[in-house]
């Protein structure tokens, strides 16, 4: 089955301790994107990946760190989380030059106190 | 910046009803408008999109409507069930360069269809 992975789908942690949300697709997508969904705000982007080792600043990158050494993984890195992170996150993938079918996963909510 | 606005934030629509869910845009470079569907605890999907050069797209129930020279476009949803009830969001892309393209949301309608 054609999928994209998150884990973990819930996390509740404190300010300042390291956490990685890991996420992997099977369809041997180029892209791979995160974001945040807020009340109110919608779905921002956070970082996107065209491809192996290319990674680039979505629209609300401050926070976060991602890597993209496999073509199937691409997780998210919050180096020292604050509790205005605390959000639902979703990755999210797509075959290159594909016009705007991303698939999503199934979000991981993060609550930082 | 909204580079997308959506309206209205909620919808409470009897069943058999027609749902209607509107975004308005400024960026003339976007060319590729879908929308997405979210079920509680889902993560959004695909649910319909159309190119600019066409005024309507219907698929089933839903169709959308775009107005390039208003720079609007919107969802209608016919004869609503309950089993539509759910966040919808517009989004529109915009090509960067090449084959880089970015999607930019509107801010999502939660719609929830009454027996």
């Known amino acids: 089955e054609a999928q994209v992975t998150q884990n973990p789908r819930y996390l509740i942690t404190v300010t300042g301790k390291k956490l990685t949300v890991t996420c992997s697709q099977n369809m041997n997508h180029e892209y791979m994107s995160w974001y945040r969904q807020d009340p109110g705000l919608g779905l921002r982007q956070i970082y996107y990946s065209m491809n192996v080792e290319v990674t680039d600043k979505g629209d609300v990158p401050e926070g976060y760190k991602v890597s993209r050494k496999e073509k199937r993984n691409f997780p998210l890195i919050l180096e020292s989380p604050s509790p205005n992170q605390t959000s639902l996150y979703f990755c999210?993938?797509?075959?290159?030059?594909?016009?705007?079918?991303?698939?999503f996963g199934e979000g991981s909510r993060l609550t930082v106190l | 910046q909204q580079q997308v606005k959506q309206s209205p934030q909620s919808l409470i629509v009897q069943k058999g009803g027609i749902s209607i869910i509107n975004c308005a845009y400024e960026?003339?470079?976007?060319?590729?408008f879908p929308w997405y569907q979210q079920f509680p605890g889902k993560g959004p999907a695909l649910l319909i999109a159309?190119?600019?050069?066409?005024s309507e797209k219907k698929e089933g129930r839903f169709t959308i409507s775009f107005n390039k020279s208003a720079k609007q476009f919107s969802l209608h949803i016919m004869d609503s069930q309950p089993g539509d009830s759910a966040t919808y969001f517009c989004?529109?892309?915009?090509?960067?360069?090449?084959?880089?393209?970015?999607?930019?949301f509107g801010t999502g309608t939660r719609l929830q269809v009454t027996l």
């Open positions: 960026n003339t470079a976007f060319d590729y």
């Open positions: 159309i190119r600019p050069d066409v």
């Open positions: 999210a993938s797509r075959r290159q030059g594909v016009t705007g079918e991303l698939f």
């Open positions: 989004a529109a892309r915009a090509t960067i360069t090449g084959t880089a393209s970015k999607l930019t």
